[in-house]
């Protein structure tokens, strides 16, 4: 799947950048989807809506990207905005200065700071031009900035305004101010927009980085003494293979025994993110306790490579073991440990109910399927970066039946929410099944 970028920002500004990913070759394994809004705060809700949908976020400012963070919806590592660099600032003089009939010297200018455009006028000789900045580092309201240029315009001590916000920019024109916009220039949209696609690409081979689960059982005094503890912990310890069993299928893992109390189970990355978002392996810890009355360690080791991951689940396993309540240890490729208690783990996946649109609804009322089975397979597909699936994906993703799967995928061929993209042989003997595309 390609990397998913959400552009969001004012109409002209989203445009603009949609025009530069366009524009060259090198951004074509990029898919851009444009999210314009009216003013600033309507970017919480965006993200809100369509945060399972987007690998990065690409916002064209420094107010939405300011905004959106201090809401916590979004981590450092998928948001992104162009730099004003001092190109833009002269591209906005130079516009003034063709447009304006009068040599306008003195200016009011908001969001660049003052040392940055006193080194472009000394880079570039505009000490003829009088700055007077409004400077910040995250999200001002535009009721501040514009009560900024219209104090100075009013008092004289500005004759035009120059500012970085699409809705600074309107309110002023009608007030009647003479005023410019700054805009990023094409190459700061690039560089972001190159930028966005390594990190993006970047994620999708860490959803698929190797790793590993140990599981290793923790020996109490009294099972080692005598032939009946032994035999009852035999029985114990095949109770709780037939859960580490359970738990590798669940994980789309490969179950293996390394040694007496010691299990591991290779998956992926992206497998055991999600199982912790939704407490499954606390759950199943739960479950071992009560069932097969084996108290167990559990630690989590990633790597580039098998070897690498099975140090670093051993050395997990070894921080664990100094621990006196039950906790989860894990250590990733860098060898740094992350401990987890059942509290500090976070919430599940989240699958948002969408609207869909009156003609949908009455499609949805006629159909075998509900809406909220299609919403849980539009958000898994994106987790698992994954639009083409088989039977057998979508039954373990529901954990249900392949039967139910083939019949939920007909009736989503049947609606035009999937189509098939071909066969697939599933064994040595018997007839290919239907491969399936998405079409969300």
Request: glycine fraction near 6%; hydrophobic fraction near 35%.
């Given at each position: 799947?390609?990397?998913?970028?959400?552009?969001?920002?004012?109409?002209?500004?989203?445009?603009?950048?949609?025009?530069?990913?366009?524009?060259?070759?090198?951004?074509?394994?990029?898919?851009?989807?444009?999210?314009?809004?009216?003013?600033?705060?309507?970017?919480?809700?965006?993200?809100?809506?369509?945060?399972?949908?987007?690998?990065?976020?690409?916002?064209?400012?420094?107010?939405?990207?300011?905004?959106?963070?201090?809401?916590?919806?979004?981590?450092?590592?998928?948001?992104?905005?162009?730099?004003?660099?001092?190109?833009?600032?002269?591209?906005?003089?130079?516009?003034?200065?063709?447009?304006?009939?009068?040599?306008?010297?003195?200016?009011?200018?908001?969001?660049?700071?003052?040392?940055?455009?006193?080194?472009?006028?000394?880079?570039?000789?505009?000490?003829?031009?009088?700055?007077?900045?409004?400077?910040?580092?995250?999200?001002?309201?535009?009721?501040?900035?514009?009560?900024?240029?219209?104090?100075?315009?009013?008092?004289?001590?500005?004759?035009?305004?120059?500012?970085?916000?699409?809705?600074?920019?309107?309110?002023?024109?009608?007030?009647?101010?003479?005023?410019y916009r700054i805009i990023p220039s094409q190459l700061a949209i690039k560089l972001v927009l190159r930028y966005m696609k390594e990190r993006g690409e970047s994620s999708k081979y860490r959803q698929s980085q190797i790793a590993?689960?140990?599981?290793?059982?923790?020996?109490?005094?009294?099972?080692?003494?005598?032939?009946?503890?032994?035999?009852?912990?035999?029985?114990?310890?095949?109770?709780?293979?037939?859960?580490?069993?359970?738990?590798?299928?669940?994980?789309?893992?490969?179950?293996?025994?390394?040694?007496?109390?010691?299990?591991?189970?290779?998956?992926?990355?992206?497998?055991?993110?999600?199982?912790?978002?939704?407490?499954?392996?606390?759950?199943?810890?739960?479950?071992?306790?009560?069932?097969?009355?084996?108290?167990?360690?559990?630690?989590?080791?990633?790597?580039?490579?098998?070897?690498?991951?099975?140090?670093?689940?051993?050395?997990?396993?070894?921080?664990?073991?100094?621990?006196?309540?039950?906790?989860?240890?894990?250590?990733?490729?860098?060898?740094?440990?992350?401990?987890?208690?059942?509290?500090?783990?976070?919430?599940?996946?989240?699958?948002?109910?969408?609207?869909?649109?009156?003609?949908?609804?009455?499609?949805?009322?006629?159909?075998?399927?509900?809406?909220?089975?299609v919403n849980k397979l539009h958000a898994l597909s994106f987790h698992y970066k994954k639009d083409v699936v088989t039977v057998k994906d979508v039954a373990k993703w529901l954990k249900g039946t392949e039967r139910n799967a083939?019949?939920?995928?007909?009736?989503?061929?049947?609606?035009?929410?999937?189509?098939?993209?071909?066969?697939?042989?599933?064994?040595?003997?018997?007839?290919?099944?239907?491969?399936?595309?998405?079409?969300?």
């Amino acid at each position: 799947m390609k990397v998913k970028i959400g552009v969001v920002g004012p109409q002209d500004s989203v445009d603009r950048i949609v025009g530069v990913a366009n524009s060259f070759s090198e951004y074509k394994d990029l898919e851009i989807v444009s999210f314009p809004y009216a003013h600033t705060k309507e970017a919480v809700t965006i993200v809100k809506e369509n945060r399972d949908q987007v690998d990065q976020w690409f916002f064209s400012g420094q107010a939405p990207y300011f905004y959106a963070k201090s809401k916590g919806l979004t981590e450092e590592v998928e948001i992104s905005y162009p730099p004003l660099y001092g190109s833009s600032l002269l591209g906005s003089l130079l516009e003034m200065t063709l447009k304006e009939e009068q040599s306008f010297r003195e200016i009011s200018l908001d969001t660049i700071t003052a040392e940055e455009v006193a080194f472009i006028s000394k880079a570039h000789d505009l000490e003829a031009f009088s700055f007077q900045t409004y400077s910040y580092t995250e999200y001002r309201e535009s009721d501040k900035i514009v009560r900024f240029h219209q104090e100075l315009n009013e008092s004289g001590q500005c004759e035009v305004a120059l500012t970085c916000l699409k809705e600074v920019y309107e309110r002023l024109q009608d007030l009647g101010i003479p005023c410019y916009r700054i805009i990023p220039s094409q190459l700061a949209i690039k560089l972001v927009l190159r930028y966005m696609k390594e990190r993006g690409e970047s994620s999708k081979y860490r959803q698929s980085q190797i790793a590993i689960v140990g599981i290793e059982v923790i020996h109490s005094e009294n099972s080692e003494e005598g032939q009946y503890y032994s035999y009852e912990l035999k029985r114990d310890i095949l109770d709780l293979k037939h859960m580490l069993l359970d738990e590798a299928e669940d994980l789309q893992g490969s179950f293996v025994q390394i040694g007496d109390g010691l299990y591991f189970i290779y998956t992926t990355r992206g497998e055991i993110e999600s199982d912790l978002n939704d407490k499954t392996i606390f759950s199943q810890l739960s479950m071992i306790r009560t069932k097969s009355k084996i108290k167990v360690r559990i630690g989590i080791g990633y790597g580039i490579t098998a070897v690498d991951a099975e140090q670093n689940v051993r050395l997990a396993l070894q921080y664990a073991r100094k621990e006196k309540d039950t906790v989860l240890v894990s250590v990733n490729e860098k060898r740094e440990v992350q401990q987890f208690s059942e509290k500090e783990v976070g919430t599940s996946i989240e699958f948002k109910t969408r609207n869909w649109g009156e003609e949908w609804e009455k499609k949805f009322k006629d159909a075998n399927i509900s809406q909220s089975i299609v919403n849980k397979l539009h958000a898994l597909s994106f987790h698992y970066k994954k639009d083409v699936v088989t039977v057998k994906d979508v039954a373990k993703w529901l954990k249900g039946t392949e039967r139910n799967a083939r019949r939920i995928l007909g009736e989503m061929e049947r609606l035009g929410l999937a189509k098939v993209s071909g066969m697939e042989q599933s064994g040595y003997a018997g007839r290919p099944s239907k491969v399936y595309q998405f079409l969300f």
